[in-house]
Structures are given as C-alpha cells and as structure tokens.
Nanobody, 121 residues
Framework: QVQLVESGGGLVDPGGSLRLSCAAS????????MAWYRQGPGKERELVAG????????TYQDAVKGRFTISRDNAKKMVYLQMNTLKSEDTAVYYC??????????????WGQGAQVTVSS
C-alpha cells in the first residue's frame, strides 16, 4: 500500500529555513506527480507546491513563490520541500501527497501523517 512518511519539521525563527523530506513506498514513485499540502490552525488544507513525475514542471501557491522549492529524487523515492524566509503564517502541518497520475494537474490522493512546522520567535 502507499506509504508517505514526512520528516524535517520543527520550530524555527521567522526568516529561518527548514527542509522537509518525504519517503515514499508502495507504488512506482517515478511515474506519479507529488505535492506538499499544508493545514494551518483553523484553516483548510491547501496545496503548497506540486511537481510532475520527472521533475521538470512545478507549481507553487502564490504565497510561497520565491521562498519555497519542491524537488524530487526518483532514485531514492524522495520528495523535498526547501522552505526559506519562513513567516509566521507558514505555521502549519505539512503533508506529502501522491498524485493521481504523472501530471500534478490531475490532482492528488494519499497523504502522509504530516510534519508540524512552527514559525515563531
């Protein structure tokens, strides 16, 4: 079965950086788009960034453009989210997600257990 395990969350000062990692198993990783979602306190889950199966197309939520970078390593079955210049409004539980197909425009199914990111001084 699909398993997605996030790591790398934590507490960071405003302006700081974190890198989230997601280890995937149970499916042919290199053939599916992947994404990071987040859910902040009292908010609905939202798409943060998506990447297609071969990693040459990416999409970002406007609020994180220029600060966050999604990447993947198909050989290691890993997807990453590099988060720079973090703001308090980035505080959320971040979820790794598997796409319905190779293209992130097809949507996402299956989420990991989440990693808490807290931005606070």
């Amino acid at each position: 079965q699909v398993q997605l395990v996030e790591s790398g969350g934590g507490l960071v000062d405003p302006g700081g950086s974190l890198r989230l990692s997601c280890a995937a198993s149970g499916f042919i990783f290199s053939t599916y788009a992947m994404a990071w979602y987040r859910q902040g306190p009292g908010k609905e889950r939202e798409l943060v960034a998506g990447i297609n199966s071969i990693g040459n197309r990416k999409t970002y939520q406007d609020a994180v453009k220029g600060r966050f970078t999604i990447s993947r390593d198909n050989a290691k079955k890993m997807v990453y989210l590099q988060m720079n210049t973090l703001k308090s409004e980035d505080t959320a539980v971040y979820y790794c997600s598997k796409g319905r197909s190779s293209d992130y425009l097809s949507g996402f199914v299956s989420w990991g257990q989440g990693a808490q990111v807290t931005v606070s001084s």
